[in-house]
């Protein structure tokens, strides 16, 4: 059965960093891949998608903080997390779709496999 199973996550203090981690089956290598987050009371939000061709695309809040790459020999996705925030808290999420990725990430939603998740916590 195919998977992804995100890894790396934890309780740091605000400006700290975190790398984030999702290993995922061979038959998402080629799919368009990203990580989402939700925190309590809140909608699920993109953080950032990587595209088979290298493209990035991330959300306004996560600009400059976060960079999304990926390790094919490894099947490993990564997020990269620096100069946490509080906001940042939430449960991180890695999924993947067959598709071309989104050029806005607010307007993804052809994320349909997804991983059960890793948590963030940010304290100031």
């Known amino acids: 059965q195919a998977q992804l199973v995100e890894s790396g996550g934890g309780s740091v203090q605000a400006g700290g960093s975190l790398r984030l981690t999702c290993a995922y089956s061979?038959?998402?290598?080629?799919?368009?891949k990203g990580w989402f987050r939700q925190a309590p009371g809140k909608e699920r939000e993109g953080v950032a998608t990587?595209?088979?061709?290298?493209?990035?695309v991330y959300a306004e809040s996560v600009k400059g903080r976060f960079r999304i790459s990926q390790d094919d020999a490894k099947n490993t996705l990564y997020l990269q997390m620096n100069n946490l925030e509080p906001e940042d808290t939430a449960m991180y999420y890695c999924?993947?779709?067959?598709?071309?990725?989104?050029?806005?990430?607010?307007?993804?939603?052809?994320?349909?496999?997804w991983g059960r998740g890793t948590q963030v916590t940010v304290s100031s």
């Open positions: 999924a993947a779709h067959p598709f071309v990725c989104a050029v806005d990430i607010e307007r993804e939603t052809q994320f349909n496999y």
């Open positions: 061979d038959r998402y290598s080629s799919y368009c």
């Open positions: 990587l595209d088979q061709d290298g493209t990035r």
